[in-house]
C-alpha cells in the first residue's frame, strides 16, 4: 500500500522530500536559478516555516510528463481496471487504501479525488491533471510596460506555434504553479480554485443541455431538492450563470476538502444508481465527472466560502476551432460531443 506521510510545517526541511519520496530532475525548473534548486541548496534540517505540507495529486492514465515539484504527486487512475498497466514507480495507484478505482471509467479523475480524500493526510490537498495544470501568476505577464507585454505576447505565439509542430514544449511546463507560490496565496486563503470559464452567450446549463445530456443535471438537483435542500438555491443560480470554476481542480485546506468531498460523493453515488451510465457510450458514461464539475460552485456559494484563483495551462495547445465547430454543431443541429478536446 502506498501511503503519503503527513509532515508537519516545523519539520519540513525543504530538502525536495514530499510524500515520503526524494524529488527527480528532469524537467524544467530545475536550474542553478530555479525555487527548487534554491530549495535544494539549503541546508539539511533547516526549516522552511513559510512552505506548507502540501499534495497535490495529478490524475493520469498513460505515461506522461510530470511535474518536478515535491508538492505534486503523480497518481494513475483506473489501475483496478488495468491492472497490467504500470505507470512507472513515481505514480501512485488509485486502487490502494480505500477507493472507487474500478468506478474510473465512470468518475474520471474523480477516482484520484476519492483516494486522497481516504488516503492522503496532508495539512493541504489538491487535485490536478496530467492535460491541466495552475499556472503561476507571475509568468502571465503581468506588471510589463505595452512594449514588454508585445515582446512577451510575441514570445507566447513563437511557442504555441513550435509546440503545434513538436508536441508538448518544457516551456509550458516551466509555467505551473510552485509550492513557494502556492504556500503565499494559503496564508490569505484556505481554498485554491481554476480561473472561472466564460461561456458569454450560453449559461451553464444550456451549454450543456447542447453538448452532453440535460437529465443528467435535471437528476441532481432532483437529488438536491430529496435529500439536500439548502444546496438547491445555489444550484439553480450556478445553471442560470454563465461562468463556473470547471476542471475538477483545486488546492484547499484538508478539512475544507474532506467537507467538499464529504458533500459530493453521496450525490454522485445516488445519480449513479438513478442514471445508470452503462446507457451511454464511452464518452458520455463519464458524466459523472462532468455533473461533478459543476457542483463545486454549488458548494462554494452555500457556504459562503472565499477563494483566491490562479490561471489553468495546458501542456498541449488546444484547438480551438475544432472546439469551436463542435460546440456550434451541438448547439445549431444537436449532435452532441463525441470526445474530449
Known amino acids: 500500500m502506498v501511503k503519503v506521510m503527513q509532515m508537519s510545517t516545523e519539520d519540513q526541511t525543504d530538502r525536495g522530500l514530499a510524500h515520503g519520496r526524494q524529488a527527480d530532475g528532469g524537467i524544467s525548473g ?5 525555487e527548487q534548486h534554491r530549495l535544494n541548496e539549503r541546508k539539511p534540517g533547516r526549516p522552511r516555516k513559510d512552505i506548507k505540507d502540501i499534495c497535490i495529486a495529478v490524475a ?46 465512470y468518475f474520471s479523475e474523480l477516482t484520484a479525488l476519492y483516494w486522497m480524500w481516504k488516503n492522503c493526510h496532508n495539512k493541504y490537498k489538491g487535485l490536478a491533471h496530467y492535460r491541466r495544470h495552475f499556472a503561476s501568476k507571475s509568468q502571465r505577464g503581468a506588471g510589463i510596460l505595452h512594449h514588454e507585454r508585445q515582446q512577451w505576447q510575441h514570445r507566447q505565439h513563437r511557442q504555441l506555434s513550435s509546440t503545434f509542430a513538436s508536441g508538448p514544449s518544457s516551456d509550458r511546463f516551466s509555467r505551473i504553479v510552485g509550492r513557494q507560490e502556492v504556500s503565499r496565496l ?18 451553464i446549463r444550456s451549454h450543456y443541455s447542447h453538448t452532453m445530456y440535460v437529465e443528467q443535471l435535471d437528476e441532481t438537483r432532483a437529488i438536491l431538492v430529496e435529500k439536500y435542500p439548502t444546496f438547491v438555491p445555489a444550484f439553480d443560480q450556478v445553471m442560470n450563470a454563465r461562468s463556473a470554476h470547471l476542471f475538477n481542480m483545486f488546492i484547499m485546506r484538508a478539512d475544507k476538502f474532506d467537507e467538499y468531498c464529504a458533500f459530493l460523493f453521496p450525490i454522485l453515488f445516488e445519480l449513479e444508481s438513478r442514471l445508470d451510465p452503462a446507457q451511454y457510450d464511452g464518452f458520455h458514461a463519464r458524466y459523472v465527472g462532468r455533473v461533478s464539475e459543476r457542483l463545486l460552485d454549488v458548494w462554494l456559494k452555500t457556504h459562503r ?34 470526445s474530449s478536446f
Open 30 to 34: 530545475q536550474g542553478p536559478d530555479s
Open 60 to 105: 493520469a492514465h498513460k505515461p506522461y510528463r510530470m511535474p518536478t515539484d515535491p508538492m505534486y504527486m503523480p497518481m494513475q487512475v483506473g489501475k483496478a481496471l488495468h491492472p497490467d498497466v504500470n505507470l512507472g514507480p513515481q505514480f501512485t495507484p488509485d486502487n490502494s487504501g480505500d477507493n472507487i478505482s474500478d468506478q474510473n471509467a
Open 186 to 203: 494559503l496564508d490569505t486563503t484556505d481554498i485554491i480554485l481554476p480561473k472561472k470559464r466564460h461561456y458569454y452567450i450560453e449559461t
Open 305 to 338: 466560502y472565499s477563494y483566491a484563483e490562479l490561471p489553468v495551462m495546458s501542456p498541449e495547445p488546444v484547438n480551438w476551432w475544432k472546439k469551436g465547430t463542435a460546440f456550434l454543431t451541438a448547439k445549431f443541429t444537436g449532435k452532441k460531443y463525441g
